[in-house]
């Protein structure tokens, strides 16, 4: 419902406070003061727009450092806006991850009107806002182009009744994450302050900005305390279980007790008896090796062969040869008959190492050996049948392999049967002082050295993320206790203490360079405006052009200059016409390239 002009007088902010539980200012317009009223001496004639901009901005401040869920303080900034803002309709909106509204809201906000606000967004402009960073003006909706007719719909603009527009960005890390939106009937009194309360509403957009990103922070918080204090609570009542009770699962060379761990042996203990295919997904450095050793040890096959091969070690080539054999004279070299791993492993287990990067045409082959337990040896025509267990095991994300056909999915379904998710280090923390202590000692067993590690020393492990999990702990202490002068190791001598871990910067340059640093792209209004003291953006009329596509001094798709729309098009190519794929080419956010496609009117290809 439009905001009638409220008359000086009218009604005092006690008054207001009962309308509904909200506070409404009761702040006068510049052209609601009638002429019996003239302006008080001394002040300027900006004077009173100027206070009632500061007290409304203080009135929202308080709004938003009240402790209250963040649908309803955007819901009550929208409320307030109202008693000193013309407008008919606000809306706050806040995208997610995927670029879609996730929060939307207006006044009189409760839990489940997000729809009925969403459908009252132009989508058009909004994406414009998104795109370009820059807030929208736009004095007549129906003259201008970025609205489309279903935006003008949304917005009820018609020729018997013109509508005013203006949208602002809501910045969080120069990112943008949403929107502030306001419509209002036009009127001659409201086109003279369009521009001003598009500043303030940029100003306001601001402190929504920073409030958001607060409310995000505890949130991240809070979900990162709870998961602890559930990990912290499984481990209390695993200690609290009586101990005949608690299953004693051993394996050569794998040591801890921590709850993600003894799961991990159960279901070892539990696979063993079958002849089912495993695969061992988890990161590289959690001991993959280790457990399907563990898990052959624990079968019925434990008396026969466990064969291992590392299929990223060697070429496609040699990599046949080494598993299905081959007859004298087959090639080059070869002077004699050999088998492969699958012979030698009959009746036993044969491990198979970073399967996820054997070529595609060497998958078609371990596939039918897979299948039928058959194969015939490089050079020769005879066909040889073995019985053997297959336990594969990759770093790889096999799905995404799958999806973008560098995995065959038939392979991926023969050997993904059993699929076992092995821990990192850092779910399993209670296990790094054991670890550590068994790396020590055999550090001094092999060197001749007696040293021990102090309480201060297991508190820096503790404290360590390890990316590379169990292998990078061994590492960290090999290193250290070559480089220790004393007789025992304290903190002091680890080198992340003096800022000189090698593996720490490593594992801080590769997420640095992962992380996506969104531009804003400008844009040049089509008319200007004075911007005032407060403002920290200029206003974009509609219409205005994408100046570029990318961030300055980025190589985009070839050293060459080319048009904005060509930029595009050779990104969307080099990238397979797989929009998420070019937007990080050029530098943009995924709604950003949408937008840049719909404005150069480019046909996406579909393959």
């Not at 997610?96 to 009252?120: C, F, H, K, L, Q």
């Amino acid at each position: 419902m439009q905001n009638e002009a409220r008359q000086p007088g009218q009604g005092t902010r006690e008054d207001d406070q009962d309308n509904g539980g909200r506070l409404m200012l009761d702040i006068p317009f510049s052209h609601e003061r009638s002429a019996s009223q003239p302006e008080p001496e001394g002040k300027p004639p900006g004077e009173p727009l100027r206070e009632s901009a500061l007290t409304g901005i203080f009135e929202i401040s308080k709004i938003l450092a009240a402790p209250c869920r963040l649908e309803v303080t955007l819901a009550n900034v929208v409320g307030l806006l109202q008693s000193f803002v013309q407008m008919r309709h606000g809306i706050v909106s806040l995208f997610g991850e995927d670029g879609m509204p996730d929060i939307t809201v207006g006044a009189g906000w409760n839990e489940g009107s997000d729809e009925r606000y969403r459908m009252r967004l132009p989508r058009n402009a909004i994406d414009q806002i998104i795109a370009t960073d820059r807030p929208l003006v736009a004095e007549n909706v129906a003259a201008e182009p970025v609205f489309s007719a279903a935006d003008r719909e949304v917005l009820g603009a018609s020729d018997n009744m013109p509508v005013s527009f203006i949208g602002v960005p809501i910045r969080i890390d120069r990112k943008v994450e949403g929107t502030l939106t306001v419509d209002r009937i036009r009127d001659d009194r409201s086109s003279l302050r369009l521009e001003y309360d598009a500043r303030l509403l940029a100003m306001i957009a601001n402190l929504v900005g920073q409030t958001v990103k607060l409310h995000r922070l505890f949130a991240c918080d809070r979900e990162r305390l709870m998961a602890e204090k559930d990990r912290l609570q499984k481990e209390v009542l695993e200690l609290r279980q009586p101990s005949r009770e608690r299953k004693k699962l051993h394996a050569h060379g794998i040591i801890g007790d921590s709850p993600a761990l003894r799961g991990l042996l159960e279901k070892i203990a539990v696979v063993a008896r079958s002849n089912s295919t495993v695969l061992l997904r988890g990161e590289s450095g959690t001991g993959k090796e280790l457990v399907a050793k563990a898990i052959h040890e624990s079968s019925s096959r434990a008396k026969r062969p466990f064969v291992k091969l590392n299929c990223a070690a060697l070429p496609e080539t040699v990599l046949e040869s080494e598993l299905f054999g081959h007859e004298k004279g087959a090639f080059t070299g070869a002077f004699s008959s050999r088998k492969g791993r699958f012979e030698l492993a009959d009746k036993g287990t044969l491990f198979l190492d970073e399967i996820g990067e054997i070529s595609a045409p060497f998958q078609a082959k371990l596939l039918r050996v897979l299948q039928e337990q058959e194969f015939e040896r490089v050079g020769s025509n005879q066909t040889i049948k073995v019985d053997v267990r297959v336990i594969a095991a990759t770093n790889k994300n096999l799905e995404e392999a799958v999806a973008r056909s560098e995995f065959r999915a038939d392979l991926y379904y023969r050997i993904s049967v059993v699929p076992l998710l092995l821990p990192p280090l850092r779910e399993r923390r209670s296990d790094i002082p054991p670890l550590a202590r068994e790396f020590l000692r055999n550090f001094n067993n092999e060197n001749g050295r007696t040293l021990t590690l102090e309480p201060s020393a297991i508190d820096v492990l503790m404290n360590c993320g390890f990316p590379g999990n169990v292998r990078e702990l061994e590492n960290c202490i090999e290193r250290t206790a070559t480089l220790c002068a004393g007789s025992s190791i304290v903190r002091s001598d680890f080198a992340c203490c003096h800022g000189q871990c090698l593996s720490a910067m490593l594992w801080k340059s590769t997420s640095d360079e992962r992380k996506e640093q969104p531009v804003p792209m400008p844009a040049v209004p089509a008319k200007p405006i004075i911007p005032l003291a407060e403002a920290s953006q200029p206003v974009q009329s509609v219409g205005d052009e994408l100046a570029s596509l990318g961030p300055p001094g980025t190589v985009l798709v070839s050293g060459a200059k080319m048009a904005d729309r060509e930029r595009v098009v050779a990104a969307m190519e080099k990238s397979g016409w797989v929009q998420a794929k070019a937007a990080r080419l050029l530098g943009l956010t995924p709604r950003q390239i949408g937008y840049a496609l719909r404005k150069y009117g480019i046909e996406i290809k579909r393959f």
